[in-house]
Antibody, heavy 120, light 111 residues
Framework: QVQLVESGGGVVQPGRSLRLSCAASGFTFSTYAMHWVRQPPGKGLEWVAVISYDGSSKYYADSVKGRFTISRDNSKNTLFIQMNSLRVEDRAVYYC?????????????WGQGTLVTVSS | DIVMTQTPFSSPVTLGQPASISCRSSQSLVHTDGNSYLSWLQQRPGQPPRLLIYKISNRFSGVPDRFSGSGAGTYFTLKISRVEAEDVGVYYCMQATQFPHTFGQGTKLEI
């Protein structure tokens, strides 16, 4: 079955960096686009970034553009997001999410999420 | 960016009764390929979201048939024919027609 397991969350000071990872299993990772979506505690969902199946295309939300970088290692079935210049408002649970593909035009499987807290 | 607006913000429901959630987009969700990439997700308390409906009206694998989606253009609806206790949670619409993908603010379904 599809499994997405995020790691790397924690507490970090404003202006510092953090790198999240997502280990994927149960499907052919290298054939799926992947997303990061975040959710501040008690609030709604915010789409963050997407990367194509081969890493050649990437798109970002304006709120993170220039600060966050999405990447992937298909040889290790792992998705990453490098988060620099973190702000208090970046505090959220970060979910690794699989793109369901062109046939669906949606996201289908979600990890359990990893919490990032930005605080001095 | 496409703004997604859901109504109501919260919806008290009665078990066994129907429920309906609306979602409006600030611009048409019709893609150049002719499809409308509007989906609905359910987030139960303490859980990550789960895909229910894709491309307006298609139920995802394993989703009970009491869930249905409809709409076109900029106005969409999720209906639950008979609410069950396990349906409690927050429901989100999401558009994937263009980047950035955007979500509605969520509708809390409570018994």
């Amino acid at each position: 079955q599809v499994q997405l397991v995020e790691s790397g969350g924690g507490v970090v000071q404003p202006g510092r960096s953090l790198r999240l990872s997502c280990a994927a299993s149960g499907f052919t990772f290298s054939t799926y686009a992947m997303h990061w979506v975040r959710q501040p505690p008690g609030k709604g969902l915010e789409w963050v970034a997407v990367i194509s199946y081969d890493g050649s295309s990437k798109y970002y939300a304006d709120s993170v553009k220039g600060r966050f970088t999405i990447s992937r290692d298909n040889s290790k079935n792992t998705l990453f997001i490098q988060m620099n210049s973190l702000r208090v408002e970046d505090r959220a649970v970060y979910y690794c999410v699989r793109d369901a593909g062109n046939r669906y035009g949606a996201v289908d499987y979600w990890g359990q999420g990893t919490l990032v807290t930005v605080s001095s | 960016d496409i703004v997604m607006t859901q109504t109501p913000f919260s919806s008290p429901v009665t078990l066994g009764q129907p429920a309906s959630i609306s979602c409006r987009s600030s611009q048409s969700l019709v893609h150049t390929d002719g499809n409308s990439y509007l989906s609905w997700l359910q987030q139960r308390p303490g859980q990550p979201p789960r895909l229910l409906i894709y491309k307006i009206s298609n139920r995802f694998s394993g989703v009970p048939d009491r869930f249905s989606g409809s709409g076109a253009g900029t106005y969409f609806t999720l209906k639950i024919s008979r609410v069950e206790a396990e349906d409690v949670g927050v429901y989100y619409c999401m558009q994937a027609t263009q980047f950035p993908h955007t979500f509605g603010q969520g509708t809390k379904l409570e018994i």
